[in-house]
């Protein structure tokens, strides 16, 4: 009878280490993901296009104002193009919180809620980075 205790106290221990392991993995991939891969901004800043063109084509001074000129009217034409879909994109984003907000309990809301005013927080700043708004942001 002492056995059997000892090897049911021994498998819990064992399964509450293996959880507790398991649940320090997943929290520390998380936190390293939020603070190291989280930092690296994958985003060309807005010149890149033009930069790199002088550089590889050797453009001359005139050249390069031709196309910054070019660049800066197409991403005036993409703007353009995205900017009228914006509401319908918000009104749908709006909808799916709502209908998240509805299977959650109240002390998830408030986390769910925090968690939401993030997203839109990081989605502005990557609008405001972009030099050409993308169809799926």
Request: no cysteine.
């Amino acid at each position: 009878m002492a056995t059997t205790k000892a090897r049911g106290e021994a498998a819990a221990l064992v399964a509450v280490v293996f959880l507790l392991g398991a649940l320090l993995g997943f929290v520390g991939n998380h936190l390293w993901g939020e603070r190291v891969w989280g930092m690296r901004d994958t985003t060309p800043p807005p010149n890149h296009l033009s930069l790199e063109l002088t550089q590889d084509l050797q453009l001359t001074a005139d050249q390069q104002k031709q196309l910054n000129g070019i660049i800066a009217d197409t991403q005036a034409k993409w703007r353009a193009l995205y900017n009228p879909l914006e509401p319908q994109r918000a009104e749908i984003r709006q909808q799916s919180h709502e209908q998240m907000r509805k299977i959650l309990t109240p002390d998830q809301l408030p986390k769910f809620d925090a968690f939401m005013r993030r997203l839109d927080e990081q989605r502005k700043r990557d609008a405001d980075k972009s030099a050409i708004p993308g169809p799926a942001r």
